[in-house]
């Protein structure tokens, strides 16, 4: 079914290994026509039990509108001072304090204070992109 819009599977490499098997269960679909000239990897991220896929198309262009808001947050030298005060005051007693010894709940309990400090050190800037045409 998905051949009769030209999308193929890219994906000829094993996805998920473990000490006695290695299968091809995650995939991914493209237009081959389209982008002939893909390139796909494997990378072992050691975070799950599934290697990651990464494409690459190069030469691949997005319409941009001009009328698009980018958010983004403001890291400059004041802010990183900012950020590394605010760390330095945290007490981290979510963290070290927790006699839970289940190290996913102390991770996650580090996470949140590190990305509560974050978000608070570094703000959220607003930047309306505006499309520039020329004319003769």
Same mark, same amino acid.
């Given at each position: ?8 599977s ?7 290994t473990?000490? %006695? +098997?290695?299968?091809?269960?995650d ?5 081959? =026509? ?8 494997? @990378?072992? /991220?050691?975070?799950?039990?599934? !290697?990651?896929?990464?494409?690459r198309?190069?030469? %691949?262009?997005?319409? #941009? ?15 990183? #001072?900012?950020?590394?005060? #605010?760390?330095?005051?945290? +007490?981290? /007693?979510?963290?070290?304090?927790? /006699? !839970?010894? !289940? %190290? /996913?709940?102390?991770?996650?309990? =580090? @996470? !949140?204070?590190?990305?509560? %400090?974050?978000?608070?050190? =570094? ?14």
């Amino acid at each position: 079914m998905l051949n009769n819009y030209n999308l193929y599977s890219i994906i000829e490499f094993p996805t998920r290994t473990n000490n %006695t +098997t290695s299968t091809a269960i995650d995939n991914v679909f493209i237009n081959k =026509f389209k982008h002939e000239n893909y390139k796909i990897y494997s @990378l072992i /991220n050691g975070l799950s039990y599934h !290697d990651a896929q990464i494409l690459r198309l190069p030469n %691949t262009s997005i319409p #941009n509108n001009g009328n698009e808001l980018y958010t983004y947050k403001e890291i400059n030298e004041c802010s990183l #001072n900012e950020f590394q005060i #605010n760390l330095s005051n945290e +007490t981290w /007693n979510n963290v070290f304090n927790n /006699n !839970d010894k !289940d %190290t /996913n709940i102390i991770f996650n309990n =580090f @996470l !949140d204070t590190f990305l509560k %400090t974050f978000n608070v050190s =570094f703000h959220i800037k607003k930047h309306n992109q505006n499309k520039v045409i020329k004319i003769g």
